[in-house]
């Protein structure tokens, strides 16, 4: 069985930090691109950033500089550290697996809430 556990969301106030987690399990995690997206109240789910299993990463332009996404195979863990966090940064944040081997296999965490608010 497939499991994603976000950690790490909570309440912050403009122009302060979180680290998200997410720590993947029922997967050979580092075969696997991650992702983080996230979807605010009312907007579609966007892409926040991914890296590949090869280490390659690509950013949303509106976290470029801010935003960084990591990943610990030996702790089949991905991170997003978020720094400088605005208030249009408030989201429910995921944690995406995905798999291209003939078709893509895809995978979802249940989400963590963001809240930048002062």
């Known amino acids: 069985q497939v499991r994603l556990v976000e950690s790490g969301g909570g309440l912050v106030q403009p122009g302060g930090s979180l680290r998200l987690s997410c720590a993947a399990s029922g997967i050979i995690f580092s075969s696997y691109d991650m992702g983080w997206y996230r979807q605010a109240p009312g907007k579609q789910r966007e892409l926040v950033a991914r890296?590949?299993?090869?280490?390659?990463?690509n950013y949303v332009d509106s976290v470029k500089g801010r935003f960084t996404i990591s990943r610990d195979n030996a702790l089949n863990t991905v991170y997003l550290q978020m720094n400088s966090l605005k208030p249009e940064d408030t989201a429910v944040y995921y944690c995406?697996?995905?798999?291209?081997?003939?078709?893509?296999?895809?995978?979802w965490g249940q989400g963590t809430q963001v809240t930048v608010s002062s």
């Open positions: 995406n697996a995905r798999l291209y081997r003939s078709r893509w296999s895809e995978y």
């Open positions: 890296i590949t299993s090869g280490g390659s990463t």
